[in-house]
């Protein structure tokens, strides 16, 4: 036995019955055991005779059982199933969008594209307004002027009751001459006094006239050059003299002090006139009052509460009562730095940009004082929208602006309602749709659609 081949001695049990299924088996994977064979797969078949089977190739793989089924299959078929049931579900009962009417907001109408900060009222002043009066008192002989007319600078006004001052005029001027003629007369005996004395000291040299001659000669000659000085500073104060009557006289000449318009007439012809106050009712004060038309400007009280609206440079727009619709572009001059604390108010100046004939001193006007519409943003800007589109809610104005297909709801300032027109501050920007005659059901959020004009 020891010299027996090892694969018969395997062979040898193998039992009858199982020899008929092992080899028709064996027929269909010799193919697949010998090519298990070649790549090594099967060692020891590799030592053996490729033409002769082996048990090894007849052996069943127990490994080769057929695979079992998964239970996650079935759960995702089932989840797909729901999904699908719920979007028909959703699509069945989806809602509709609501079918709005809507209107566009407007911008309100500003010619300088600015918005009001701060509304007051003054009066229209002028900053060059002078009663014309004299500097003497005296009773008035003459008016020139009336209500209305235009004067120049310079021109003769009204004239002053001239009778005492031309009589001291002329004497002064009496007194001019006299000094003068004085003087003349001083000099001839200075220049004889002269002669005099050089023909004493020639005199005096010949022996013939005495030292007492010629000091008297010079004495002489000395006297009338000091009287001479005297004589002619005494004609200097003449001439002053005579220039000052002659200024009060010219004082008595009422004249305008600029160019402007007389406003009102005080005085009449035989009328005392001072200019100062004297008491009664007799004594006038100025001949009238001329107002410098290219002066003319806005003065305006301001509550100090509210004086940090304005400031220097702002723009301003101006109504006077005479012509409601005449809108005045101005601007603020200066802020008058002190308030008033009686009234709680600050002035403020206010100046035309450009004068008119029509506007007048003492008239009564409205200001508006805007802001710059470059440094506020689109939002803050007053828009017109129909009343319909403004609502009550929970005590508040609101207005349904549609964006993006869905309506948004904002609260909204508004200003004033004239006829079927809302003016709206804040909320809304020119532009934009707000819903007009809101639907029921219509809430934030909401999805509607425009219905087509």
Known sequence: MAGADPSASFIAPIAPERTGRVASDSFGRQSELTRAAKIGFLPGIRAMDPQKPTLDDLRIKRSDQPATHSPIRPVAIGLCILVLVGVVIWWLTRPTAIEVRTAVARAVASGSGERT??????????????????????????????????????????????????????????????????????RAQLKQADLEFKRTVELTKQNISSQADLERAEANASLLQARLARQERDVTVAERQLALWQQQLDDLIIRAPFAGIVTSKNAQPGEMISPVSAGGGFTRTGIGTIVDMDSLEIEIDVNESFINRVEPGQPVEATLDAYAQWKIPCKVIAIIPTADRQKSTVKVRVGFDQLDPRILPEMAVKVAFHETAGAAPAANRAVLLPKSAVQQQDGRDVVFVVQNSRAERRAVKVNNTSGNESEISAGVAAGEKAIVNSPAGLSDGVKVKEAKP
């Open 117 to 186: 900060v701060l509304n007051a009222s003054g009066y229209v002043t002028a900053r060059r307004a002078a009663t014309a009066s004299s500097k003497v008192t005296g009773k008035v002989l003459e008016v020139l002027i009336e209500e209305g007319r235009k004067v120049k600078e310079g021109q003769v006004l009204a004239r002053l009751d001239d009778t005492n001052v031309k009589a001291s005029l002329n004497v002064a001027q009496a007194q001019w001459e006299s000094a003068r003629t004085a003087v003349e007369e001083v």
